[in-house]
């Protein structure tokens, strides 16, 4: 959270778009941050301001520096929340090629082969095998079908590769589908 990379600006002319679970990550945090650390922090502060001298208070001087970055962040998240497109993957009617939330399970020429699957800008996070619509792995992969081989274009140079599956979630009763349409979002 006290990483400003996980603030980035989206890509100039790119849209916001979120899954559902992405949106209900950022929701979760907010509420988190919002409904139970601030007045955690507020009370903290409030007990350390009435100690006397603030100069050399730590509760004090940790408290108003960790109530600056939770604003921050609460507005970050706010401003992004409100301007989210939540597509649901799920509601993706052309499951044969690549778009939007679809995970994508594809080899390159040493036969390595990795799953990645494409989320919005604010969502995506390696360790959960999720790469950002606007990166280069997922602006390769984007329209291509089972048996493409395309290159993509990464900090160790340009890398073929072949999509071998496409997968996208399956439609759930209750979850509204969202407008994933025919192909989804696709970047500028």
Known sequence: MDDPDDEKPLPPGARAFMTPAGAARMRAELHQLM?????KIVEIVHWAAGNGDRSENGDYLYGKKRLREIDRRARFLGKRLDIAEIVNPAAQTNRDQVFFGATVTFVNDNDVQRTVTIV???EADLTRGEVSLYSPIARALLRTRVGDAVTMHGPAGPETVEVVDIKYPEE????CPGPAGAGGPRPH
């Open 120 to 122: 919005g800008a604010d």
């Open 35 to 39: 409904k139970i650390e601030r007045p």
């Open 172 to 175: 759930r009763p209750g979850l």
